[in-house]
């Protein structure tokens, strides 16, 4: 089997580690693996295999005898850097939302649009957390019944901003315990222990903000029809890891819960958990570490005449939001044999 020459940009970070995680838990035929992150990080040494191996500082030539490139390291580094990588022959699958809208670059969730990626498209896009696990929800239902319009508020945790949002959960849930002065918000906005806050990213002209923008725009995309209207609420909670997510839709057929729940449960990457009944439903607590989207609490909305259905979606943000769907795409180029 042919093996593959890899490199992760931004290794050092949240996403980074479960990427490091994820080509090891899935068998990814790796040839080398290679280690970039900043200065801050170079020279450290990160574990791959029972093998150490030390970080290097990310240059412009880094790509140089690489095949795929995972790039987690944020939207300026990914748009300074990944033409660079794409130039000298390797695919990038970036984690920012740089390229997502280019209409040159895939945006690509693997059990949706797979049919995306192609042999001469370098760079590929990784969609932003939250709609990844809701577009793995709607694909399925979608098929069936056309979905016209979608209203979502998501529960997003820290994580989603990376360790600098894991680290100020942390210290601020410490020192309350402790009794002590919470520490200053830095990475949010307010502070994030025993709070709820109504903005991810900055607002735009029109009072959303831009995750909840994202949601809308990269939803079409990715489903490859501009008729669904997204509208989403976004809110940051003090969870450590997985998004919960509660989805309402409108379709143009109708579809019953049960119909939804056979669609639902024979789709890839999807488990259900709906009886409760039986208290089961997805929680954050349960979705951690879990390469699967979890549905449950599905239901017929009783305020309107329209077929319309609502749900609830959690899905661990590091990896199907993230890590592990970067690993599938690299998966599908390698099955494709575009790689
Ligand atoms: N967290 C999520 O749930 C999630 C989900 C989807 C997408 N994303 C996206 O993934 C990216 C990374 O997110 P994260 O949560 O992993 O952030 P993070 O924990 O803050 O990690 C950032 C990583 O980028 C590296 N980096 C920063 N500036 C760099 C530079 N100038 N040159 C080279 N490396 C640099 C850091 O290396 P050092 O150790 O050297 O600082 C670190 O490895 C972001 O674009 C984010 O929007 C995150």
Not at 75 to 91: I, L, N, Q, W
Not at 269 to 291: C, H, S, V
Request: glycine share 6%; charged share 25%.
């Amino acid at each position: 089997m042919k093996k593959y020459k890899v490199a992760i940009v931004g290794a050092t970070g949240a996403v980074g580690r479960e990427m490091v995680k994820m080509l090891e838990s899935r068998s990814f035929p790796v040839e080398s693996i290679k280690f970039l992150a900043s200065e801050r990080s170079a020279g450290q040494k990160l574990v791959y295999k029972d093998t150490k191996v030390a970080v290097e500082l990310l240059t412009k030539d880094g790509g140089k005898n690489i095949d795929i490139a995972l790039f987690s390291a944020g939207s300026d580094v990914s748009k300074e850097f990944a033409p660079f990588f794409a130039a000298d022959g390797c695919f990038v699958i970036d984690n920012s939302s740089t390229w997502r809208m280019d209409k040159n670059v895939p945006l690509v969730v693997p059990e949706v649009n797979p049919h995306d990626l192609k042999k001469d498209k370098r760079v590929i896009a990784n969609p932003n957390c939250s709609t990844i696990q809701m577009v793995v929800a709607l694909k399925p239902l979608h098929d069936f019944a056309k979905i016209k319009r979608v209203i979502v508020s998501t529960y997003q945790s820290v994580s989603g901003a990376g360790q600098k949002g894991i680290n100020e959960l942390t210290e601020q849930t410490k020192a309350w315990v402790r009794g002590e002065t919470l520490p200053l918000a830095s990475k949010f906005q307010y502070q994030i222990a025993f709070n709820l806050i109504p903005q991810i990213d900055v607002f735009t002209e029109n009072g959303y903000t831009k995750e909840e923008m994202k949601m809308t725009n990269e939803t079409k995309k990715i489903m490859g029809d501009d008729s669904i209207e997204v509208s989403a609420t976004c809110v940051r909670v003090p969870i450590f890891r997985s998004h919960s997510e509660n989805v309402w839709i409108e379709t143009e057929k109708s579809i019953s819960p049960v119909q939804a729940r056979e669609l639902l449960a024979k789709a890839d990457g999807i488990q259900l958990l709906d009886e409760p009944e039986n208290k089961k439903y997805p929680m954050p607590l349960f979705a951690e570490n879990m390469q699967t989207t979890y549905i449950g609490r599905i239901r017929a909305d009783i305020s309107t005449k329209n077929s319309a259905l609502t749900f609830w979606v959690v899905s661990d943000n590091l990896l199907k939001g993230a890590a592990l769907n970067a690993v599938q795409i690299a998966e599908t180029l390698v099955k494709n044999e575009f790689a």
